[in-house]
């Protein structure tokens, strides 16, 4: 299994381009579910959660042809990708697809707005909480679906006549479940109105490239979306949004490898509250005519406290990032993550670079320390695998990250990004 070897203590010098989201990647691509015409995405990243929803989609009946490829090499391998659904061949993700991917449950919302049926193994994903559907289930049954679980399936089906326009409100704030919704109301009968909708950047998105296929939604990226049904969809042309996970992990490792890094095709409105944060601790961060240039100088890294919440809050996805930051801060720092349950991992992986973290219920008190030292580590999910390679640019010696596969799922060109600035970090295949 491959694992990624990083000598640390280099500052970070140059450019990152940063790719297309992930999280607006997946959704979009799903959206092309809901029509027969073709849906083309540019600047979609290359990773193993793209790969995967393409042969998932595939499995419903999407044709999907790839342009683009390096064409843009500077770019990161973004590609243009144009999904065609003709005919929906098939109403099942199976368990063996849907159990490797949390966001490929978010189909249910078009098989069933498109086709009146759907059958959708419950998910799996990141092993981060206990991660339920309770939310999606209301959401869809409030559009007049019945919802059912069957051995460890969700068959969902639309009244005669298709889903019926409501006004639900979310008890929770969910993204997968406010993207379900909107998607499905897109082809509802009458007016769909979303109370405590998540407005994250990627809602946005979703949203925009509804409206350009012919939906009738408003207020996307506040907390009320209403959408209008229409008979049906066309297709679109449509550029995923910058990653601002990624934007914020490569600011991030600045910050802790010291440097001066032009962070390319991204957007400080992105992640506003992260890259305060991130200034609070020591960076400076300012926004350049196509990216954000971030650097961070001689000074030393101060304590910051973080909470994390839905958008525009500090996103629980930087939060393991945040934590290996901190690992080197000069004095104590609090960390409380509110969104899941069992997001820390990392912790006891960073403890192995001889970080102090404590944890009490939902908070980690993290104590600087003067220097961390290299050894081997691994990580469990996505965001904290990336957590250690940020560490080990700033630990003494040698770290090395196995199960890589997890940052394969949402880091594109992770060790060329980072080596082109001067870190040593190299892909080891055993
Ligand atoms: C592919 C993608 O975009 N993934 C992102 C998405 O995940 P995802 O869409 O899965 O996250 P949600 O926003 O749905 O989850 C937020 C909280 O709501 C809970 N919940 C959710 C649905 C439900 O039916 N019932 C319920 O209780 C979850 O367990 C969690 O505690 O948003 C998360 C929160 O920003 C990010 O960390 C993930 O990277
Ligand atoms: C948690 C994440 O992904 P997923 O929702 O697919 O598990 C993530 O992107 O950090």
Not at 57 to 66: E, K, R, S, Y
Not at 388 to 408: M, P, Q, W
Request: with cysteine; charged share 20%.
């Amino acid at each position: 299994m491959d694992r990624i070897r990083i000598v640390g203590g280099n500052e970070l010098n140059g450019i990152i381009p940063i790719s297309g989201a992930k999280n607006a990647a997946l959704p979009l691509m799903i959206a092309s579910l809901l029509t027969s015409d073709t849906l083309t995405l540019e600047n979609v990243p290359h990773l193993a959660d793209v790969e995967l929803l393409m042969r998932i989609l595939g499995n419903h009946g999407v044709d999907v042809a790839v342009n683009g490829r390096r064409e843009r090499q500077e770019d990161g391998y973004s590609r243009t990708i144009h999904f065609t659904c003709r005919t929906i061949v098939d109403t099942t993700a199976p368990y063996e697809l849907v159990a490797k991917m949390r966001a490929s449950f978010w189909v249910i919302g078009p098989l069933l707005a498109r086709e009146g049926q759907a059958r959708v193994s419950l998910p799996g994903g990141c092993a981060i909480g206990t991660r339920p559907v309770d939310l999606f289930i209301e959401g869809l049954q409030a559009l007049g679906a019945s919802m059912e679980i069957d051995g460890g399936y969700i068959n969902a089906t639309a009244p005669k006549g298709g889903l019926i326009g409501a006004r639900y409100v979310f008890p929770k704030v969910s993204v997968g479940a406010t993207h379900v919704m909107m998607m499905a109301a897109t082809l509802a009968r009458g007016t769909t109105v979303i109370g405590n909708a998540a407005r994250e950047p990627e809602i946005v998105d979703l949203a925009n490239c509804l409206i350009a296929m012919g939906a009738k939604i408003s207020g996307a990226g506040t907390s009320t979306i209403t959408i209008e049904g229409v008979t049906s969809l066309s297709g679109a042309r449509h550029r995923v949004l910058p990653d601002r996970i990624e934007t914020g992990t490569y600011a991030m490792a600045v910050a802790m490898a010291g440097g001066d890094v032009t962070l390319e095709n991204t957007d400080v409105a992105l992640l506003d509250t992260a890259l305060e944060s991130l200034r609070r601790a020591g960076a400076d961060i300012s926004p350049t005519a196509s990216g954000i240039r971030v650097r961070r100088n001689g000074g030393g890294i101060r304590p910051v406290d973080i909470v994390t919440d839905p958008f525009p809050g500090f996103p629980t996805d930087l939060q393991a990032q945040f934590m290996a930051l901190m690992t080197r801060s000069g004095g104590i720092s609090h960390i409380t993550e509110t969104i899941f349950e069992n997001r820390f991992m990392h912790v006891q992986e960073l403890a192995r670079l001889g970080a102090k973290i404590s944890l009490s219920g939902q908070t980690a008190r993290i104590e600087g320390v003067e220097k961390l030292k290299g050894a081997p580590v691994m990580a469990t999910d996505l965001r904290a695998s990336v957590s250690l390679v940020i560490a080990g640019l700033a630990a003494e010696g040698e770290t090395l990250v196995s199960r890589i596969y997890h940052l394969d799922r949402g880091f594109e060109r992770l060790e060329d990004k980072l080596t082109r600035c001067g870190a040593v970090v190299e892909r080891i295949s055993d």
